[in-house]
Each structure stands twice: as structure tokens, then as C-alpha cells.
């Protein structure tokens, strides 16, 4: 099946700092990556749509300053949190689409990476 | 936007019996309708998923069933097995967004 990796699976920063997540679909090509935030114990909340080559489509509510996002290739979407905050700490997860027919039902099916955890001191 | 409800949001059952989570969905535009399984500290994994022009698909100890009328579609397994105990999340997308839209989830403890 498809397979999408992330890292750092978990990160610890201080507040102020930047951290980058990479997330990397291993055995196919991504036409369109997404990322997601999760907090304890609650669901995922869509944060950003990234095609290679062109901007991100940000969600309302998410800042798209302070969260950078770049598809630079067909394999890697990176995720930047900019001075980042203890309110940032967070289960970022990204996933992708496209690329070959594993357990779903098409090349539509999104692939959901491990997960980065944050947290910010 | 699509307005996502899923039930019930704690399960628990007997191992060996079945457990069946419901996943209600507002707009009839919706036509692909995945059930995601995450297990603790990681990402969310397929399990299911099924297309509007399908009422049910199964495979193995795990189906799914769509009513399209009513809008909504349900998660089923049978056999229930600790291993199931999880937290499973449907996403109803349409097409042309191919964003997915989470329920709250459901949180399944299957007991030994």
C-alpha cells in the first residue's frame, strides 16, 4: 500500500522558534498533500490543501504567516510553524493523494502520515 | 460547508461481538465516504471506504454500509478483537474538493 512518512515524529522547541515538519510520500506521487491539526483527545482539523508548484489554500482561522507550507516536489510538503507558541503544541499529520490504488477504492484516496507531535515550552 | 456527525462517541463491547458506529452527513453533493482507524499517537489508517454508487462493500470482519437518501453511512465489525480497540473517525468528501471532513469520532474498547 501507499505509505507516508513524516518527520520529526516529535519535536520539543522553545517559544519563539521556528520548527520545520517534512512529510514524504514514499512509494508514489502526491498531487495534493494536506495537513491537519490534533489536539488531545479531539478530532482532525484541516489546516491547509498544498498542490506542487502552487500556493497552499489555507483554511479559515489558520494563519498562513505564521503556518508555511511548501509542496516543492511531487514527494515532499513541508510544514514551517513560525515563532512558534505554547498554544502551537499540537499532533500535526499530514497526507497525501494520488499515485497508485492501495486499500481504497482509487487514486483518490488519501494516505495519512504517522504524525508530528509538538510542543512548545 | 458539510456538517459531520458521528455516533455514538465511547463504545464498548464483548470481544467476539460486533460494534456499529454511524456517521450522519449534510450535503448530498458528498459522494465518497471513507472510515479511518487511529490508533494512539499515530495517523489515521484506511480501513474502509466506499463510493455513492455503492449501497454496501465488505471486507473480511469490516463493511460498510451507505444510504445515500438519508444520508448517512455506517461502520461494521464483526468479530470484535482487542486489537480493534481504537478510535475510528469517518471523513464524507466530495470529488471536487477531495477534502475530508472528520467526525468527532468514536472511541471502541473492545473488552477480552
Known amino acids: 500500500g501507499a505509505v507516508v512518512s513524516q518527520h520529526p515524529s516529535w519535536v520539543i522547541c522553545k517559544s519563539g522558534t521556528s520548527v520545520k515538519i517534512e512529510c514524504r510520500s514514499l512509494?508514489?506521487?502526491?498531487?495534493?498533500m494536506f495537513w491537519y491539526r490534533q489536539f488531545p483527545k479531539q478530532s482532525l482539523m484541516l489546516m491547509a490543501t498544498?498542490?506542487?508548484?502552487?500556493?497552499?489554500?489555507?483554511e479559515q482561522g489558520v494563519e498562513k504567516d505564521k503556518f508555511l507550507i511548501n509542496h516543492a516536489s511531487l514527494t515532499l510538503s513541508t510544514l514551517t510553524v513560525t515563532s512558534a507558541h505554547p498554544e502551537d503544541s499540537s499532533f500535526y499529520i499530514c497526507?497525501?493523494?494520488?499515485?497508485?490504488?492501495?486499500?481504497?477504492?482509487?487514486?483518490?484516496?488519501?494516505?495519512f502520515g504517522p504524525g508530528t507531535r509538538l510542543t512548545v515550552l | 460547508g458539510e456538517n459531520v456527525e458521528q455516533h455514538p462517541s465511547t463504545l464498548s463491547v464483548q470481544e467476539g461481538d460486533s460494534a456499529v458506529i454511524k456517521c450522519t452527513y449534510s450535503?448530498?453533493?458528498?459522494?465518497?465516504f471513507p472510515w479511518y482507524k487511529q490508533e494512539l499517537g499515530k495517523g489515521p489508517q484506511l480501513i474502509i471506504d466506499?463510493?455513492?454508487?455503492?449501497g454496501e462493500k465488505k471486507d473480511q470482519r469490516i463493511a460498510v454500509t451507505l444510504n445515500k437518501t438519508a444520508k448517512h453511512f455506517s461502520l461494521h465489525i464483526t468479530e470484535t478483537q482487542p486489537e480493534d480497540s481504537a478510535v475510528y473517525f469517518c471523513?464524507?468528501?466530495?470529488?471536487?474538493?477531495?477534502?475530508?471532513?472528520f467526525g468527532s469520532g468514536t472511541r471502541l474498547l473492545v473488552r477480552p
Open positions: 497526507s497525501a493523494r494520488g499515485g497508485l490504488a492501495g486499500a481504497g477504492s482509487g487514486t483518490d484516496t488519501q494516505y
Open positions: 471523513a464524507p468528501r466530495m470529488d471536487s474538493s477531495y477534502k475530508l471532513i
Open positions: 498544498s498542490n506542487e508548484g502552487s500556493k497552499a489554500t489555507y
Open positions: 450535503d448530498s453533493a458528498s459522494n465518497y
Open positions: 512509494d508514489f506521487q502526491a498531487t495534493t
Open positions: 466506499i463510493r455513492s454508487n455503492v
